[in-house]
């Protein structure tokens, strides 16, 4: 007798490696996720610090060249570092989301639509552009205000 076309059948049960894995897994997520959200709030008290320098009265052309040089520099490591948690964090939960589904678990690291269709809500953006690329845009003007504060400096 052949099974019907129509049966489908049960996921695999988890191991307890997996499930270790999967915890695992999960715990670098997050962690890669509060790193990622820590990045440029770290990078504004710097910022702050660097450009009240670089724009400060009492600030000598070289000190406003080298605050404002600074500026740049903690900006684009500020962005990549930003960029490169997110990288990481996406992977992971992409991996995540591929465990639960070849177990038939929950879909906990689903994309926000589908988590919010299985919680039986509609997903409304309050904006159409993404918080982590909002953020990097902001990271980068804060670089080209350190950028100008250098060439008002050597100009």
């Known amino acids: 007798m052949t099974p019907s076309p129509d049966r489908q059948d049960p996921p ?3 191991s307890p490696t997996t499930i270790t894995q999967y915890q695992i897994l999960a715990t670098r997520r997050q962690a890669f996720d509060t790193l990622m959200w820590q990045v440029p709030a770290l990078s504004l008290t710097a910022q702050s610090f660097l450009l009240s ?3 400060g009265s009492q600030s000598t052309s070289f000190a406003a060249a080298v605050a404002g040089l600074l500026s740049v ?3 684009a490591m500020s962005i990549q570092l930003l960029l490169r948690q997110r990288q990481n ?3 992971d939960s992409l991996l995540l989301h591929r465990i639960e589904q ?3 678990w929950q879909e906990i690291f689903a994309t926000g639509e589908v988590r919010a269709r299985n919680a039986g ?3 409304r953006r309050v904006i159409q552009i993404r918080s982590y690329r ?3 845009g902001g990271l980068a003007l ?3 205000a350190g950028f100008v504060a250098f060439l008002r400096a050597v100009l």
């Open 53 to 55: 320098l670089a724009y």
């Open 142 to 144: 804060f670089g080209i």
């Open 73 to 75: 520099a903690v900006s």
């Open 12 to 14: 695999p049960a988890a």
């Open 89 to 91: 964090e996406v992977t």
């Open 134 to 136: 909002i953020w990097t």
């Open 121 to 123: 809500r509609s997903r």
């Open 102 to 104: 070849e177990h038939g």
